[in-house]
């Protein structure tokens, strides 16, 4: 980098006492775009949810039984829960790909999306947990498999993104992720499947779209919220990882560039004293 | 060298500091039979209580001794000079992993022995399937062995090693701990699940990891 | 409508969340953009390796 090209110092001198200009920094047009498809998206995920869709009621020997008005949390829960499973497993294809390519994008994308999957993954355990108040008539449910899962997984996700932060070079702090991220889904499995052993059966509502006892209208609320919950994935994840890459500009070069950016300070300061 | 020789050779550095330190025996051991005692304490010494939960609270006491055994076996590594020197010898990094579970294998079953007698003491708990509690406890043992020295590894001489490691190692271990938990159970005679097929359980998860350890070793040793 | 308090409770604390989790990714790229020169702040045109350990 040439410091002494006055390009470098007008650029450094605008950046230092501009932030506005810094504000948008992960902003792009495509990010714009999803973000106005995804908030659009949200108002009519808000109608449907609480607006269109009726509650969930049945009638059986002419008593009134179901869920009732509690159903329009699936609306939130099933997609948290479907996103935070589909950012671990880009987690675990990214850390997949540090491995064997090498690759820094992967290593950021796998870190991003970790972040965002324990979010999700924390939302689809506080919605169920209030979700199964008032329909399992408790907090929390021993006996359930997916939720089982669901609290170990975050709490792996927690030791990954501890891991991140540790100290090190980019390189060894990359291999060292990538191990653990890598872990992730084998780890999952193996949880999932001991837990389902132990506790033998299971009181998660199993795919109710499937038995065709939610009608069409929530039916389709489900897979709309799911498919919302895709695209906010998505628009988040992008800038997550601008900001992923900034924090490994700034790991990286942060010092040559405050260096820089305090020579081009004194540069101007002196030039002032001279003349 | 045959990959056994160093393996042994691995193993036998580590159980020579550990006999001439005598950290295991002599720190991790009453240590984890303090806490078998605390447990008494904290479930106010009910005799039907504690027969009933012993294979559980003795699990959880071996992974918590675990983290101790594991914290030891990466600070043995992290003297000065000790990872140069085991670069320079020119192992294969499969046959250092492998070694490093051995050593910690032996290291955790003189921990887990000793906390057998405390629960057969203190809580009063009896043995009804001898074969099935040793062959489970040796492959619990293994899974934690596995798993911890390649997270031990992962971290290595990290000055947050020793917060990092167990919310990295005991979501990983949940496994292990249901299914030793279980077994020792039906060994105990405490509840009527099959052992044996959480015996099989346990030996998958070491296979699982051991086969990770080494595959993931290599690049380990050449960064941290 | 029934159970209000918990669709309050479970809506809320999502949308909550989301969003003190937006407005945290766009505080620390603000901050750190500032101390990233602009030619630098994408990847696109990053100029940085593409493969780690290469710089």
């Known amino acids: ?275 | 060298m045959t990959l056994f020789e160093e393996i042994a050779l691995i193993a036998g550095k580590d159980l020579r500091i550990e006999g001439r330190s005598k950290v295991a025996l002599n720190q991790i051991a009453p240590f984890a039979l303090l806490v078998i005692v605390l447990f008494g304490f904290a479930l106010d010494a009910d005799r039907v209580a504690l027969q009933t939960f012993a294979p559980g609270l003795y699990w959880m006491t071996v992974l918590l001794a675990s983290i101790l055994a594991v914290h030891r076996s990466v600070a043995v590594e992290a003297g000065e000079g000790a990872r140069e020197g085991l670069l320079l010898s020119g192992l294969r990094p499969a046959s250092v992993y492998l070694g490093k579970v051995v050593a910690l294998v032996a290291q955790l079953l003189i921990v887990a022995i000793v906390l057998l007698g405390g629960v057969l003491i203190f809580y009063s708990a009896s043995i009804s399937d001898p074969v099935l509690l040793v062959t489970s406890l040796l492959g619990a043992v293994l899974g934690v062995g596995a798993a911890g020295t390649l997270y031990g590894a992962l971290l290595g001489s990290q000055r947050a090693r020793e917060t990092v490691l167990p919310i990295l190692l005991l979501p990983v271990l949940a496994p292990v701990l249901i299914a030793a938990t279980r077994a020792f159970g039906d060994a105990m005679g405490t509840t009527t699940s099959d052992g044996w097929q959480w015996t099989q359980l346990l030996y998958a998860f070491a296979a699982i990891y051991c086969a990770f350890g080494v595959l993931s070793h290599g690049v380990l040793m050449e960064e941290n | 409508m029934t159970h209000v308090p918990y669709l309050i409770a479970g809506w809320g604390i999502s949308l909550v969340v989301i969003a003190l989790y937006a407005a945290s990714v766009m505080r620390r790229s603000k901050r750190l953009a500032a101390l990233v020169p602009v030619d630098r702040r994408r990847w696109m045109t990053g100029g940085d390796a593409d493969v780690i350990g290469e710089s």
């Open chain 1, 1 to 275: 980098m040439t410091i002494d090209s006055p390009g470098t110092n007008t650029e450094s001198m605008a950046m230092s006492a501009d932030t506005a200009g810094v504000a948008g920094v992960t902003r792009s047009r495509t990010t714009t775009i999803l973000g106005a498809v995804v908030l659009a998206g949200a108002a009519l995920w808000l109608f449907l949810a609480f607006g269109a869709t009726d509650p969930d009621v049945r009638i059986v020997d002419g008593n009134e039984i179901g869920q009732f008005d509690a159903v329009r949390l699936m609306y939130v829960h099933v997609p948290a829960a479907i996103t935070a499973y589909l950012a671990f497993f880009v987690t675990s294809v990214g850390s997949a790909m540090v491995l064997f390519k090498k690759s820094v994008w992967w290593d950021l994308v796998a870190g991003s999306s970790a972040e965002i999957g324990a979010v999700s993954a924390a939302l689809a355990l506080i919605t169920g947990s209030i979700w199964g108040k008032p329909i399992w008539n408790t907090w929390w449910e021993w006996g359930d498999v997916r939720l089982l899962t669901t609290l170990v997984l975050f709490m792996m996700s927690l030791g990954y993104l501890a891991v991140r932060r540790l100290e090190g070079t980019a390189e060894e702090r990359a291999k060292r992720s990538a191990i653990v991220g890598l872990l992730l889904i084998f780890n999952v499995i193996l949880v999932n499947r001991s837990v389902e052993w132990w506790a033998d059966s299971t009181i998660h509502q199993q795919s109710t779209i499937a038995d065709a006892k939610i009608e069409d209208l929530k039916a389709f609320t489900l897979y709309y919220s799911i498919l919302l919950g895709a695209a906010a994935y998505a628009w988040m994840l992008i800038h997550r990882f601008r900001l992923a890459w900034l924090e490994r500009q700034y790991d990286r070069f942060g010092i040559d560039d405050a260096i820089v950016r305090r020579r081009a300070e004194g540069h101007t300061h002196s030039e002032g004293i001279s003349s």
